[in-house]
């Protein structure tokens, strides 16, 4: 799974680890926000946000939703920090580090959340930007090892990337859809045959992230700060699987 960077990567494999990540990443965000009331996995909310609370007059919660980006620019830069920081033969080691380093900040953020019952907006945004750090790690980590491919932590772009290819794949039938629904299709340019793999990759990832947010919800519900133990102990999951690749490959004997 941690076996390569970049365009060498498997798409099955991409399509698996993506998948898990946009689960995990689904969960958090909308268990954060039955719990805390905000969104973590992304930036573009609480950049709305900042202006509505300078507007409103609000300084201290601008402040915090400053910071709640912030922290998401902050785990981007810590997790290529981390990665990067590694040679290539020992990368899978710098894969582990970062996606430890998640695990422990969801269980913090489970720690911090259990120290008092406050309901103070403030005192929420500050338990939020532990998640942000978190989802900010996670996005830059996937980013880097799919070589830009993919993306998990929010659905924006990975729709208007879906729609392209579904708009793509219909240009590529619409012989046949002339047939059977002339009025929907009209002349065209030629289309060449869309790429497979990378639509059955954006389907997965807005599917996984979907599920994942009505389970964060609904276990949240039920369990409250404890729900977040399982994305912490599926992403020490994959951590413990980076460290095994790396042993495996520094036990391999050398040709």
């Not at 365009?7 to 946009?22: E, F």
């Not at 947010?213 to 599926?234: D, E, F, K, Q, Y």
Request: glycine share 8%.
């Amino acid at each position: 799974m941690f076996s390569h960077e970049g365009p060498s990567r498997d798409p099955t494999r991409n399509a698996v680890l993506a998948g898990v990540l946009a689960l995990i990443a689904g969960f958090c965000n909308s268990g954060g926000f039955i719990l805390i009331g905000s969104f973590t996995s992304h930036v573009t909310g609480n950049v709305g946000r900042i202006s509505t609370d300078v507007a409103r007059g609000e300084p201290a919660a601008a402040f915090f939703a400053v910071l709640l980006v912030v922290m998401f620019f902050g785990g981007a830069f810590l997790a290529t920090l981390i990665i990067e920081s590694h040679t290539r033969e020992r990368m899978r080691r710098g894969y582990g580090m970062a996606l430890l380093l998640e695990a422990v900040l969801l269980l913090l953020f489970v720690f911090v959340a259990g120290l008092s019952d406050a309901t103070h907006p403030r005192v929420l945004d500050a338990e939020a930007s532990i998640l942000s750090l978190a989802m900010g790690l996670q996005n830059s980590l996937v980013t880097k090892l799919s070589g830009s491919v993919v993306r998990t932590t929010h659905l924006t772009g990975v729709l208007t990337d879906l729609a392209i290819e579904v708009a793509r794949w219909y240009r590529w039938h619409r012989a046949k859809l002339k047939q059977a629904v002339p009025m929907l299709v009209g002349a065209a340019a030629p289309a060449e045959r869309p790429v497979q793999t990378r639509s059955i990759l954006l389907g997965v990832i807005v599917f996984a992230f979907v599920v994942g947010a009505v389970l964060g919800a609904s276990v949240t519900v039920w369990w409250s700060r404890w729900a977040m133990v399982l994305p912490a102990l599926a992403v020490a999951v994959l951590a413990a699987i980076a460290y095994l690749q790396a042993w495996r490959l520094e036990r391999a004997p050398s040709s």
